[in-house]
């Protein structure tokens, strides 16, 4: 079995968990890892038994790698993927895919141009939890949905040091609503402040306005509780997703129409037949690269336009 040759660039807790799961998969040899930071990057090496490296460029240069995995603060995204990928290695990379929209659209262009996978890790997508949600949807089981409303709120993670709250959070919801209704909005209102830190964004609201449904997307770093949720509602239904925990709650709609002559049909409402929906609960992290390992041995199309799409919205700029 051919073992294919990682690296990971980025040893902070995103990276680090890059690195855990690359170790614990057969099909790949962790075979390098780069930060700046020594002290972490020794532990790692050690711990993980793999070189490391100070400088990414010598990495790359030194070591025939076939998959790298990017954890880099978003300023340096590009400059990172853009180098790599002229390398002809395949790139896993931490979304958001860049900082504009223009250094997005180059690396989705250079991955063609030099024919490597390149996949922003938008990592909800692989959330067993979302993948079923996704097959109850398609289904027509709740109908046609009309309505998204996502939350995603916590108190202030200090390791994000160069994105507001719409970047690192945000994104996340907008991207699995777009994924769920199979569009792209086609108004987008946003509201964001500076709360508690005040060089950056630490609220944010966006109402995603579809052709036939819409999407209130809330995030924050000032509630004091974390809360990863998405409620969706369908004209013959209801669900409640819980991220964290991978739990889902289907509520199907009892209701028969009575005509009226002097108004529409009045709907007359019974009480809902709810479903506890268990999942095979499963890491998204481990799933996600997995996932890429698959398209990189199987020779798979990978495209990460969806990454740019939400990358526009973020920006406001569709």
Same mark, same amino acid.
């Given at each position: 079995?051919?073992?294919?040759?990682?690296?990971?660039?980025?040893?902070?807790?995103?990276?680090?968990?890059?690195?855990?799961?690359?170790?614990?998969?057969?099909?790949?040899?962790?075979?390098?890892?780069?930060?700046?930071?020594?002290?972490?990057?020794?532990?790692?090496?050690?711990?993980?038994?793999?070189?490391?490296?100070?400088?990414?460029?010598?990495?790359?240069?030194?070591?025939?790698?076939?998959?790298?995995?990017?954890?880099?603060?978003?300023?340096?995204?590009?400059?990172?993927?853009?180098?790599?990928?002229?390398?002809?290695?395949?790139?896993?990379?931490?979304?958001?895919?860049?900082?504009?929209?223009?250094?997005?659209?180059? =690396?989705?262009? *250079?991955?063609? @141009?030099?024919? $490597?996978?390149?996949?922003?890790?938008? !990592?909800?997508?692989? &959330?067993?939890? /979302?993948?079923?949600?996704?097959?109850?949807?398609?289904?027509?089981?709740?109908?046609?949905?009309?309505?998204?409303?996502?939350?995603?709120?916590?108190?202030?993670?200090?390791?994000?040091?160069?994105?507001?709250?719409?970047?690192?959070?945000?994104?996340?919801?907008?991207?699995?609503?777009?994924?769920? =209704?199979?569009? *792209?909005?086609? @108004?987008?209102? $946003?509201?964001?402040?500076?709360?508690? !830190?005040?060089?950056? &964004?630490?609220? /944010?609201?966006?109402?995603?306005?579809?052709?036939?449904?819409?999407?209130?997307?809330?995030?924050?770093?000032?509630?004091?509780?974390?809360?990863?949720?998405?409620?969706?509602?369908?004209?013959?239904?209801?669900?409640?997703?819980?991220?964290?925990?991978?739990?889902?709650?289907?509520?199907?709609?009892?209701?028969?129409?009575?005509?009226?002559?002097?108004?529409?049909?009045?709907?007359?409402?019974?009480?809902?037949?709810?479903?506890?929906?268990?999942?095979?609960?499963?890491?998204?992290?481990?799933?996600?690269?997995?996932?890429?390992?698959?398209?990189?041995?199987?020779?798979?199309?990978?495209?990460?336009?969806?990454?740019?799409?939400?990358?526009?919205?973020?920006?406001?700029?569709?």
């Amino acid at each position: 079995m051919k073992k294919y040759k990682v690296g990971v660039i980025g040893a902070g807790n995103m990276g680090s968990n890059h690195i855990r799961v690359y170790s614990e998969i057969p099909e790949v040899d962790l075979v390098a890892i780069s930060d700046v930071n020594p002290e972490t990057l020794k532990d790692l090496a050690t711990e993980y038994i793999a070189n490391f490296y100070y400088n990414y460029i010598e990495m790359i240069k030194e070591e025939e790698l076939d998959i790298v995995s990017i954890c880099v603060p978003t300023n340096l995204h590009y400059e990172v993927a853009k180098n790599c990928i002229k390398n002809k290695i395949n790139v896993l990379l931490e979304k958001p895919i860049t900082s504009n929209i223009k250094e997005a659209k180059e =690396l989705l262009e *250079l991955s063609k @141009e030099y024919k $490597v996978k390149f996949l922003v890790g938008h !990592i909800e997508r692989f &959330n067993p939890a /979302v993948t079923k949600v996704k097959e109850i949807i398609d289904s027509g089981k709740i109908g046609n949905i009309t309505a998204i409303i996502a939350r995603r709120v916590g108190i202030f993670p200090p390791q994000i040091q160069d994105a507001d709250v719409a970047v690192d959070l945000a994104i996340h919801d907008i991207d699995i609503a777009n994924y769920l =209704l199979n569009s *792209l909005p086609i @108004e987008v209102t $946003v509201n964001k402040k500076r709360n508690l !830190i005040k060089k950056r &964004n630490d609220s /944010v609201e966006f109402f995603l306005k579809y052709i036939n449904a819409s999407a209130y997307i809330q995030a924050n770093w000032i509630t004091p509780v974390k809360i990863r949720k998405l409620n969706i509602t369908g004209e013959n239904g209801y669900l409640e997703l819980d991220y964290v925990n991978q739990k889902i709650e289907l509520y199907e709609s009892n209701y028969k129409k009575i005509k009226s002559r002097s108004f529409d049909d009045i709907l007359h409402f019974s009480e809902p037949d709810k479903t506890i929906i268990s999942v095979a609960r499963k890491e998204p992290l481990k799933e996600e690269i997995l996932y890429f390992i698959d398209c990189v041995k199987e020779n798979k199309i990978v495209d990460s336009s969806f990454a740019l799409d939400s990358l526009k919205i973020i920006l406001n700029n569709l």
